[in-house]
């Protein structure tokens, strides 16, 4: 695998397509899509992935039979994507080779974790060190954001916070849950002053946050 992951997007729906591509090199990936079986076939000779994400249902050439005949000589870790919910598709997508298995729709964080988690089994140091927080670059273990001309340190306190935060993206977590992850003594409003310096960190407007979200009642939530 290259140090940068190379993912092909398998999709008749454009929209689809468009946004998972826009959403995905965010990430720092690079990434090539295809509206068909024939059109990745084509691809598929000028590079090749680290991951593929397939479309069950496309014309011509379902995924499950773009899936069996691309395992007949490759074995590149394959996400399925479909609308349908039947036990039954999900079953045959994974007997015919398929790695992981998604309904659409879905949210975009869930698919992140899912991506990751794949790459992570194919090769475990890969994305387990940063992550891509809007256009900042998260470095975990460094507890350093790089922007644009620019690195913010994080204190130790704060980078605690956003590393439990990090490795749980989309799942809110209550302040209860953050305080005895990162074993913060018994005052919760201490995680809510982290949190708001971290805010200040990576967000363009700390009072508007749109990645370090507050869910009302429940907790916060880190979302990419």
Known sequence: MTETPNILIIDDDNQIRDLLQTFLQKQGWHIANASNAEQAREILKTIK???IILDVMMPNESGFEFL??????????????????????????????????LTKPFE????????????????PSINSESIMIGNMEYEME?????????????????NALLNILANNLGVILSREELQEKINEDNDERSIDVQITRIRKKIEEDSKTPQFLQTIRGKGYVLRV
Do not use: C, F, H, S
């Open 49 to 51: 992935p680290d991951l």
């Open 142 to 158: 460094k507890g350093i954001i790089k922007g644009k001309n620019k690195v913010i340190k994080l204190t130790e306190k704060e």
């Open 68 to 101: 069996e005949k691309l395992r007949v000589n490759n074995n590149t870790p394959v996400l399925m994507l479909t609308a349908k919910m039947e036990l039954d598709d999900k079953v045959q997508g994974l007997l015919k080779g398929a790695d992981d298995y």
């Open 108 to 123: 975009p964080d869930e698919l992140l974790l899912r991506i990751k988690a794949i790459l992570r089994r194919i090769n």
